[in-house]
C-alpha cells in the first residue's frame, strides 16, 4: 500500500479553489449586472480526467468555465471511477482566461484493489499522477459563430508525472513523466441540439501515464484519436459518448482502446453532474475493465 501522505497537496488544492473561485466571482460582480456570463449551459464541457474541459475521457477545444471574453472562469472537480478490478479518484481546478487560455491542475490516484497484491506489490497499492495543462483557443468560436462551417480549434498538453517510477522501471516504462500533445476541434450544432469534437492527440502515455510513458515494445510519440459527441436533450441535460484510441508500449500486456456512453446534468449554472458507463478494455493482468464513472463540476 503507498503511505505516501497527500493531505498537505490536498489542502494546497483546496484553497488554490477557493482562491479561483472567488476570483471568477470578483469578474462576475464587476460585470456591470450582466450576470456570471453568456455562455450557455454545458456548452463549456465538463471536467476531463486529466483535468481539461471536455468530456470526460477527451478534452474538447472549448476553454472551461462560464467567463467570456471579458472575464476570467473557473471550475474544480471531482471524479471517481469504478471498474471491475481497479478504482481511480481524479480532481482538480482548471482557470480559464477571457475565453481563449486554460490552465489546470489535476491530480489522479489509481488504486489497485487485490490485482496490486497478485503482482506483489500489496492489496490496494496505489499510483498517483500529477498533470499540469495548458489549453489556447487559436481559432473559431463553437458558440457564437454559427453561421461559420469553422470549428473552434485550441492546442494544448498536459505534463504528466507519476510518484513510482522504481514500479514503473519494472513493467517496462521508459519514464515516470511525459508530456501529452494535442490538437482539438468543437462544434456546436445549436440548431441541431448537436456537439461534435475531434482530438488527435500525441503521446507515450500508457495508461493515461498511470503506467509511466514509453516502454519495452515503443518509446517514440504516436498520433491517437479522440472522439466525442453530445446531444442536448433539454438546456441542461445531455447524453453522448467518446472514443480515445491509445498507444500500446509495453510488453507486460496489450492496452486497448477507452469509450464510454454519458449523462450530464446541469441543474444550476454552476454545478453539473456527470454519470457515465467507461469500457477502459485490459488493463495489466485484467481484461474487460468496465463499470461506471460520476464526476461532480462547480464553474464560475
Known amino acids: 500500500m503507498n503511505t505516501r501522505n ?3 497537496q490536498r489542502l494546497a488544492l483546496a484553497l488554490a479553489l477557493m482562491a479561483a473561485a472567488g476570483f ?8 456591470d449586472g450582466a450576470g456570471t456570463s453568456g455562455k450557455l449551459l454545458l456548452t463549456g464541457g465538463v471536467s476531463q480526467v486529466e483535468g481539461s474541459a471536455g468530456g470526460g475521457l477527451t478534452p474538447w477545444a472549448v476553454i472551461g468555465g462560464y467567463g467570456t471574453r471579458d472575464q476570467i472562469g473557473a471550475n474544480a472537480f471531482y471524479t471517481k471511477v469504478n471498474v471491475d478490478d481497479y478504482a481511480l479518484d481524479s480532481y482538480g481546478v482548471l482557470v480559464g482566461f477571457y475565453d481563449r487560455v486554460e490552465l489546470s491542475f489535476s491530480r489522479q490516484e489509481f488504486d489497485t484493489e487485490a490485482v496490486g497484491g497478485a503482482l506483489g506489490l500489496g492489496n490496494g497499492f496505489t499510483f498517483t499522477q500529477d498533470t499540469i495543462g495548458v489549453k489556447v483557443k487559436v481559432a473559431g468560436d463553437a458558440v457564437l459563430e454559427q453561421d461559420s462551417w469553422l470549428p473552434q480549434i485550441a492546442v494544448g498538453a498536459q505534463y504528466k508525472k507519476n510518484d513510482q517510477p522504481g514500479v514503473l522501471a519494472f513493467v517496462g516504462a521508459r519514464d515516470d513523466s511525459g508530456v ?4 482539438s476541434a468543437t462544434k456546436l450544432y445549436l440548431a441541431q441540439s448537436l456537439l461534435l469534437n475531434g482530438t488527435v492527440r500525441f503521446t507515450k502515455a500508457n495508461q493515461f501515464g498511470i503506467l509511466g510513458f514509453g516502454g519495452d515494445r515503443n518509446d517514440d510519440y504516436e498520433a491517437q484519436f479522440e472522439a466525442s459527441a453530445a446531444y442536448l436533450l433539454s438546456r441542461n441535460l445531455a447524453i453522448g459518448a467518446e472514443y480515445r484510441t491509445k498507444p500500446d508500449n509495453l510488453g507486460i500486456a496489450t492496452e486497448d482502446d477507452a469509450w464510454d456512453v454519458f449523462v450530464a446534468w446541469a441543474p444550476i449554472k454552476n454545478v453539473s453532474l456527470t454519470v457515465a458507463y ?3 478494455g485490459n488493463i495489466v493482468i485484467r481484461d474487460e475493465q468496465r463499470g461506471v464513472y460520476a464526476s461532480l463540476q462547480v464553474g464560475f
Request: glycine share 0%; no cysteine; hydrophobic share 35%.
Open 6 to 8: 497527500t493531505h498537505p
Open 24 to 31: 471568477a466571482q470578483a469578474q462576475d460582480a464587476d460585470d
Open 180 to 183: 501529452d500533445y494535442y490538437v
Open 278 to 280: 467507461v469500457d477502459l
